[in-house]
């Protein structure tokens, strides 16, 4: 049977209560009668042999570039760059996406006799990954080559002798990425495009990029411009990035570039009920929901969250391109698209969603409330084409238990962020007006981001910044389930159950609203007309 | 007049003090000190005296290195401990972490001991495992050549090594006069000797040159050189720096034995060591492909090198053969 | 009349250090404290002396510490069994009397008494050099004289306390008559307040420095506002604030206080306010003085962490014994200071040449800062117990101050 596409259901009264994600477990609500849930389109049928797929793509590249094989030659620097542990979500069941593409590039380098390797994690002002992290998305034979050698690189986006300047575009940004990178004689890029965000000239122009050129499109006004950054077309983010890919392409920076796309196969199979539609729950997905829900209300969070940190996600590939960086950039957004849009007719008053426990940012760590509002209001808000989902001036009802928890190693900044910015102003604008340099200066961030496991001192800016578009458009935000208190620091309403939130939601776009909830995970793209 | 206010304890990060004593705690934690300095560092006549400043101290005999004296640990009872341990002991955890494969056994079965057992090395497992993979005529009956320098640097270590694996000195880098004399008398006396002529173990996982003391002991007592191939234990235990992931992990291991050699008539020790160094590498050849490849490999001198291709590091670690199954159960399916 | 009397009793001693496990204050219930009916106090031998009626007088932690039986041994010999506790003591003349400048006052005047019983009302002549400069908190005298041992009203049997009914007796050198427009309750943390004014007047304070304040009790919060304004225009460029409790950080940052934040935060935000590095669990460039408000174990190590290269750290709440690690002290050249009480303060910009009595200073500061206002609660003397229970536990209930009212009049109690 061929996967389904995605749908939208109108809710009536036999309709089974709808699940909601809430951070470590589930709630099943009852939707109004009239409601309308957006379902995910099915898992696309995977590449049936990836190696062979990769193989066939490295050595019939798409637009202006030569084959891999005759671009690998004895003598030249070559530089493989790669997604970091931010991709995908979660991350994936071995061997993942780039361990697969970059031991077939090896491969070829290897038989080429190119002696001068070099691998980076393009994490811009991500942490470091670790060594299990970097063994789990290489795999082992990848780390033991490079790793003891010292040739296998992080991105420091604040290392001056790393970094080289190529320039400014016409619109005055400053262009400055990884000398390595930049030096080589040819670059190539792995990517796992897990979203129509990722990818294109955002690889090399963001990843392997510094603060000081970061900050021309990580800020409060680019992400307003940015409508949405998961459409390109629309998204000043990427308009931004595709400029300085440019300057980066005319400055001599010979990029191969190689994106992946990913089916949603999203849950290993003891939760195979987060991605079926409810009234399809057998006895066994049942079995499971209640055996999972009923487990976890008696489990300690940090238990939970090391449970769901476990899990790894049988994602398949569904297709690779290789070659010049627009030209497979538009070959993947299609197959990106394949998979994950939705079609959806006009906007709600009310958008609900269940938000997971883990973001981009919080891989083996803590969903921290900062992350909270950027995974709800910066990634699922904008996951749309066309208009929002939600009409301006409307709600978003998230669901999730928001505790003022954060994870010290991973995140330091962040809790000062919530401590001492959060309680002045919640206001993007203002925020990086007045904190914005304090924190991205701040020598003992820049120490532990460099040396430890730490995002950048700036990153929860960014964060915050990934909300602006949402929280210019939205009448209001409410979090069901979430800490009071936290939530009121953030800006937004706390409600203790999904009734409580309805009404608080009618004050703001009056009575009996239309509501639509985004069933995701899995990740899906609503094409609202 | 000041007071604390009203507080409990502080970041949770700050260790919390114990309460604070009373004056008679302080007086038995103060006791308790004083007893504590004489059963640790007893006063002359219960410990040791110092020497008078006025007097020159001759430099200590401090009896390690190859200087170190095994003798005891081939006294009987001594053996016989060292039999029950790596039979109960040793033997197990072996297997357990290391799950051995052995091929090339029927080479052992009318061997006469003592022999040599010259084998490549990369792993701290190796020592424990060669013994425990040995048919017992020969296991409890092996001393096995250690690095002074690295086993027998402290008493303590010394004596471990010596009890439990029945280990002997020798210096890596040198033939010492007398370490070797000491493995030729063992070996005239009965005992089979363990060697790894590498001198070391591997530091990226591929072979070293082989140093000439196996040869020279084979030469020196006329017994055969067995020649042992030991692959996969760098995916057990590696060592600190090789590549592998750090630590104990359980991983298959195959243990070859070749058959016995022994050198020709006139053949000096530098040449029958390097014959021997191709026997081990035929074995590894055998290992990674058959017996008949290796052997018509060997016949026509092609069998590959275990020193491994000279090209960038990246390069050799790449040419490196994968880990002997897949390091993870957890992987899905890949299409062939 | 009613009074709390602590006794010399060696096994209500012990019991009440056992019982005081259960929580601060409640050794109360077992200790040597008693309240008895009692008359009023002999005056004591010497001139100068005048008997005052209590109408408030605070329960200070040094008060719990004696209470609980968990005061340093230390203080053993500097008291006299059986002795009335209670040093913060606003009161009511019974009789003309003057004030420690000579000028006179009525009978029925409120006062507010400096409980240091140095060189003066001892009767020793000539005074030590300490009392002879104003500075009586630094006075050798404590256990000679006239007077039976005692370093303050409130630890000496001849003089009586501020937890009595039946009026205490204080000497002319120790009387302030409180301004009309002062309440009671404020008048009550005059003499908190003037620990915290010579505490930050002492500290060594530069200006623009960096200030870090370890736990927001009374003694905290009187520093957190005296840092603001008895310093002015010369004050410290930020002080933040750790605090454990939400009423706590609310009212610090009422009192002028930068940031008032959870003890868990405050190395993090000193780091910030510093941008300093951190290793080892100190900041590296902290803050130039902190002042510990708390005295314990914790609070001492904390304030350690918290300190610049060179930095000061003063203690003015009171320790007993600690256990710290003084590593950091040696590696960072740390000053570790004490601060006792109070006496005459060298002049700042604005102040007479020859400086102002902390007192003076405290009674100005506590009608500027509104002080009365961390008066929490008033108790009668029969309901000790639940008095002191509550002073023990005041954080965790929303309190600050807690005092006692011995002429309770219904109605007061807020």
Not at chain 2, 224 to 249: F, N, Q, W, Y
Request: charged share 20%; hydrophobic share 40%.
């Amino acid at each position: 049977m061929s996967p389904r596409p995605g749908f939208v259901l109108d809710v009536d009264r036999s309709t089974p209560p709808t699940l909601f994600w809430h951070g470590e477990g589930f709630r099943l609500e009852r939707l109004p009668v009239g409601s309308r849930v957006v379902y995910a389109p099915e898992p696309l049928d995977p590449l049936a042999d990836p190696r062979s797929a990769i193989r066939h793509a490295l050595t019939h590249p798409l637009g202006d570039s030569e084959p891999l094989p005759a671009l690998l030659r004895p003598g030249i620097r070559l530089t493989i760059a790669f997604d970091d542990v931010s991709l995908p979500l979660p991350p994936m069941a071995r061997p993942d996406a780039r361990q697969l593409v970059m031991e077939e590039v090896l491969d070829l380098a290897a038989a080429a006799g190119v002696d001068d390797v070099v691998l980076i994690a393009a994490l811009a002002l991500h942490r470091r990954m670790t060594e299990a992290e970097l063994r789990h998305a290489l795999g082992d034979r990848i780390y033991d080559a490079f790793a003891p050698a010292g040739l296998l690189l992080q991105h420091d986006a604040e290392d001056p002798d790393a970094l080289v300047h190529l320039g400014t575009t016409d619109h005055g940004e400053d262009v400055e990425i990884n000398r390595r990178a930049a030096e080589s004689d040819l670059l190539v890029y792995v990517n796992i495009n897990l979203v129509a965000m990722d990818g294109g000239h955002k690889s090399v122009a963001t990843g392997l990029a510094s603060y000081r050129s970061l900050r021309h499109h990580h800020n409060p006004a680019t992400m307003r411009a940015s409508r949405s950054f998961m459409d390109q077309h629309h998204s000043e983010l990427h308009t931004s990035n595709w400029r300085m890919g440019r300057l980066i392409a005319a400055s001599g920076v010979k990029v191969f570039q190689i994106e992946t796309t990913l089916n949603t196969d999203t849950f290993p199979d003891a939760f195979g009920f987060l991605q079926k539609r409810e009234w399809e729950w057998n006895v066994r997905d049942r079995a499971g929901f209640v055996a999972a829900s009923k487990a976890l209300e008696r489990t300690p969070p940090r238990l939970a969250r090391r449970i769901f940190h476990s899990v790894r996600a049988p994602h398949r590939l569904t297709s690779v391109q290789a070659g010049e960086v627009e030209a497979v950039h538009a070959e993947t957004t299609a197959n990106v698209h394949r998979q994950q849009l939705v079609a959806v007719e006009g906007q709600t008053d009310i958008l609900t969603m269940g938000l997971p426990y883990i973001s981009p940012y919080n891989v083996n760590s803590i969903l921290n409330p900062i992350l909270v509002a950027c995974l709800g209001l910066g990634y699922f808000f904008n996951l749309y084409r066309g208009r929002p989902l939600v009409r301006e001036g409307g709600v978003l009802i998230m669901s999730h238990p928001t505790r003022p928890e954060f994870d010290p190693v991973h995140h330091p900044s962040y809790i000062d962020f919530f401590e001492e910015v959060l309680t002045e102003t919640t206001d993007p604008v203002a925020i990086a007006e007045r904190f914005e340099t304090s924190f991205a200066t701040d020598p003992w961030y820049v120490h532990l981001y460099r040396t430890g496991y730490a995002y950048h001192g700036v990153h929860p800016f960014y964060m915050w910044y990934w909300c602006a578009h949402a929280l210019e458009h939205l009448g209001a935000v409410i979090i069901v389930g979430g800490d009071p208190a936290t939530v009121r620091r953030m800006g937004f309403r706390p409600a203790s159950t999904l009734a409580d939130a309805l009404e608080i939601a009618s004050d703001v776009v009056g009575p009996s609203p239309s509501l639509t909830h985004l069933h995701t995970p899995p990740i899906m793209l609503a094409d609202v007309t | 007049m000041t007071g604390p206010s009203p507080t409990g304890s502080w970041a949770g990060r700050l260790r919390s003090a114990a309460g604070a004593a009373t004056d008679a705690g302080l007086g038995s934690r103060r006791r308790r000190a004083r007893l504590r300095a004489r059963l640790t560092s007893p006063r002359f006549p219960l410990g040791a005296p110092t020497w008078p400043g006025s007097l020159d101290r001759p430099a200590p005999d401090r009896g390690l290195g190859t200087d170190y004296d095994t003798a005891w640990s081939r006294r009987y009872p001594v053996r016989l401990a060292r039999a029950v341990l790596l039979d109960n002991v040793t033997r197990p955890l072996a297997r357990l972490v290391a799950d051995p494969v052995l091929r090339g056994e029927e080479n052992l079965v009318d061997l006469e001991a003592p022999v040599i057992f010259v084998a490549n090395h990369s792993s701290h497992v190796d020592t424990p495992l060669l013994l425990s993979c040995l048919p017992v005529r020969f296991r409890h009956h092996t001393v096995v050549a250690a690095a002074a320098d690295y086993f027998f640097d402290r008493k303590w270590k010394a004596a471990l090594w010596s009890f439990t694996l029945a280990t002997i000195p020798i210096e890596r880098a040198r033939v010492n006069r007398r370490s070797a004399a000491l493995a030729a008398d063992l070996v005239a006396d009965g005992w089979s000797l363990v060697i790894f002529p590498e001198g070391g173990r591997s530091p990226d996982g591929w072979g070293q040159p082989f140093r000439g003391g196996a040869a020279y002991l084979a030469e020196r007592t006329g017994r055969p050189v067995v020649p042992v191939h030991i692959d996969g234990t760098r995916h057990v235990l590696p060592k600190s720096g090789a590549p592998g992931r750090s630590g104990l992990h359980r991983s298959q291991v195959t243990v070859t034995f070749g058959s016995r050699l022994s050198p020709d008539e006139g053949e000096d020790a530098r040449r029958f060591s390097t014959r021997v160094e191709m026997a081990v590498a035929a074995l590894a050849d055998e290992r990674s492909t058959d017996w008949w490849t290796a052997k018509r490999r060997a016949a026509t001198g092609a069998t590959p090198s275990m020193a491994g291709p000279e090209v960038a590091p990246w390069r050799r670690a790449w040419a490196l053969p994968a880990a002997p199954r897949p390091a993870h159960d957890d992987e899905w399916p890949l299409a062939d | 009349m009613k009074a709390l009397v602590y006794e010399r009793n060696v096994a209500r001693f012990a019991a009440s250090r056992v019982v005081s496990a259960f929580g601060s204050g409640r050794g109360a219930t077992v200790g040597p404290l008693r309240l008895v009916d009692v008359d009023p106090p002999d005056r004591p031998a010497g001139e100068g002396w005048t008997r005052l009626v209590p109408t408030l007088s605070g329960i200070c932690g040094s008060d719990l510490a004696t209470v609980d039986g968990r005061s340093s041994r230390y203080f053993e010999d500097l008291v006299s069994f059986p002795f009335v506790p209670g040093h913060e003591v606003v009161g009511v003349l019974d009789a003309d009397a003057t004030d420690r400048s000579g000028a006179p006052l009525a009978a029925g005047t409120r006062v507010v008494i400096e409980p240091v019983l140095g060189c003066a009302p001892r009767a020793i002549e000539p005074p030590c050099p300490a009392c002879a400069t104003g500075h009586t908190g630094a006075c050798p005298h404590l256990t000679d004289g006239r007077l039976a041992p005692g370093l303050q009203t409130g630890y000496c049997t001849d003089t009586g306390g501020g937890w009595s009914a039946a009026g205490l007796w204080a000497h002319a050198s120790q009387l302030h008559a409180v301004p009309d427009g002062l309440s009671d309750e404020a008048a009550v943390m005059v003499e908190p307040t003037a620990c915290a004014v010579h505490a930050v007047r002492t500290a060594g304070i530069a200006p623009g420095d960096v200030v870090a304040v370890v736990g927001a009790g009374t003694i905290g919060l009187t520093v957190v506002a005296a840092l603001g304004r008895v310093l002015a225009p010369a004050g410290p460029g930020a002080v933040i604030v750790g605090a454990r409790y939400p009423h706590q950080r609310d009212l610090a940052e009422r009192l002028g206080a930068t940031a008032a934040v959870e003890p868990g935060q405050l190395p993090r935000t000193v780091r910030r306010a510093t941008r300093s590095l951190a290793v080892a669990g100190s900041v590296t460039g902290g803050a130039d003085v902190v002042i510990d408000c708390a005295g314990t174990s914790e609070s001492l190590a904390a304030s350690l962490a918290l300190a610049r290269t060179g930095g000061r750290v003063a203690l003015v709440g009171m320790p007993g014994r600690v256990q710290v690690d003084l590593a950091p002290l040696w590696h960072r050249e740390l000053t570790l200071a004490g601060a006792y009480a109070y006496g005459h303060e060298a002049p700042l910009a604005g102040d007479p040449p020859d400086g102002r009595r902390t007192f003076d200073l405290a009674l100005d500061l506590v009608a500027s800062a509104g002080l009365g206002e961390l008066v929490s609660a008033t108790y009668p003397l029969e309901r000790y117990e639940e008095a002191l229970a509550h002073a023990g536990a005041a954080g965790r209930r929303g309190a600050v101050k807690i005092a006692f009212e011995p002429r309770y009049r219904k109605g007061r109690a807020r």
